[in-house]
């Protein structure tokens, strides 16, 4: 069941580095977020936050709340690990287990979890590989390592690895920068088709696909050199494309930035 995502009064630090500063918003169930902005201006940061994964970073810490259907994932005893299998993530390059087999990399997730009959295993590999539209591609060599397969191929078995456990929210942190703009389409057409299940946050630096892919848009930016990145505006995506409230996002999005 997709969840709604609220952000309040967020700080992410590296050390003593600010990276990003009091950022408060919501996210849609079943819908496409794309976060946007120039490069350093704490997108990725941000992101990372959603599934304490900025914990594992050197440094890395947390003020604010991150509100999961009202339940703070930053609260007293809440264990990050838990957090994760409910938040899933997709990275920017393809990150199949290189020495597994196809099978056992969308597989690997519930072994981890335990409990999960041999018989069973078989279908929710089945499923998770035609959720993220490769089962035809792969159904006859699944035993085949998944590093063997094409870059698109491997970021929609990463896909299919994060679907398999059945989170409630999807981070894909820009999913489509290594890839071809075939294998782009075809990521872009799965995000459609998987924000009927899933609540979706992607960051993009391509403008087109954020428009593309996403129902809403926040775009972020830096106050100066070496100051944390802010939220600036967040709305419905053709709004933010057609009449931004803000100079700065109007900017950026036209090109005049910098």
């Keep these: 069941m997709a969840k709604r995502i609220d952000i309040n009064g967020l700080n992410a630090y590296y050390g003593d580095f600010k990276a990003i500063e009091d950022i408060s918003m919501s996210v849609e169930p079943k819908s496409v977020t794309a976060f946007i902005g120039p490069s350093g201006c704490g997108k990725s940061t941000f992101l990372r936050t959603l599934n304490r994964m ?24 809440v264990d990050p690990v838990a957090v994760r299998r409910v938040v899933g993530m997709v990275f920017q390059r393809p990150n199949p287990f290189p020495t597994m087999s196809i099978y056992d990399n969308v597989a690997a997730g519930l072994k981890l979890n335990g409990g999960v009959k041999k ?45 398999a456990v059945q989170p409630q929210v999807l981070l894909m942190d820009e999913p489509c920068s290594a890839l071809d703009p075939i294998s782009t389409l075809a ?15 992607i960051v993009t630096h391509n403008m087109q696909q954020a428009a593309r892919v996403s129902d809403r ?32 996002t109007e900017d950026y999005i036209s090109g005049r930035f910098g």
Aim: glycine share 12%; with cysteine; charged share 25%.
């Design 54 to 77: 900025h914990e594992v970073a050197s440094g890395g810490r947390v003020e604010g709340e991150v509100l999961l259907d009202g339940e703070n994932l930053y609260g007293p005893g």
């Design 119 to 163: 018989s069973d295993l078989d279908g929710v590999v089945e499923e998770s590989l035609k959720g993220a539209n490769l089962w035809n591609e792969v159904k006859d060599r699944l035993n085949k390592p998944g590093s063997g397969l094409s870059g698109g191929q491997q970021q929609r078995l990463c896909i299919a690895r994060a679907i």
């Design 217 to 248: 848009t926040a775009f972020f930016n830096l106050a100066g050199v070496g100051q944390p990145g802010r939220l600036i505006e967040v709305d419905d995506t053709q709004k933010i494309f057609s009449n931004p409230a803000v100079q700065a």
């Design 187 to 201: 990521i872009e057409d799965l995000m459609a088709k998987l924000k009927d299940q899933f609540t979706i946050v």
